[in-house]
């Protein structure tokens, strides 16, 4: 293959990587999503909303090692809270990461 014709084979094997590593990340948050969910109502508390941002920053899942290292869980647990009703939905969560 002549470098010419291996440079495009190149930039779809980087975007399909992009694309399976942005999978990934999403597959992690939402299996951390589920352990968090304690008493699997599909929803967190505070409390469970803290276990989530400690998987999240294990993982190092968008900006959760930031949130912890700063202790702000209340803040960002209320920016999250749309609804204000005192719980964080999957859907809040879809809607803050933009998507």
């Known amino acids: 293959?002549?470098?010419?014709?291996?440079?495009?084979?190149?930039?779809?094997?980087?975007?399909?990587?992009?694309?399976?590593?942005q999978e990934d990340k999403q597959s992690a948050a939402a299996e951390n999503f589920k352990q968090a969910d304690a008493d699997e109502d599909g929803k967190l508390s505070k409390k469970e909303f803290r276990t989530f941002i400690d998987l999240n920053a294990e993982d190092n899942l968008g900006r959760a090692s930031m949130v912890k290292s700063y202790g702000m869980y209340d803040r960002a647990f209320a920016r999250v809270d749309a609804n204000q009703d005192g719980f964080v939905a999957r859907e809040e969560i879809k809607a803050m990461a933009g998507g």
């Open 1 to 21: 293959m002549t470098k010419l014709t291996l440079l495009p084979v190149l930039a779809v094997a980087l975007m399909a990587t992009g694309a399976s590593a």
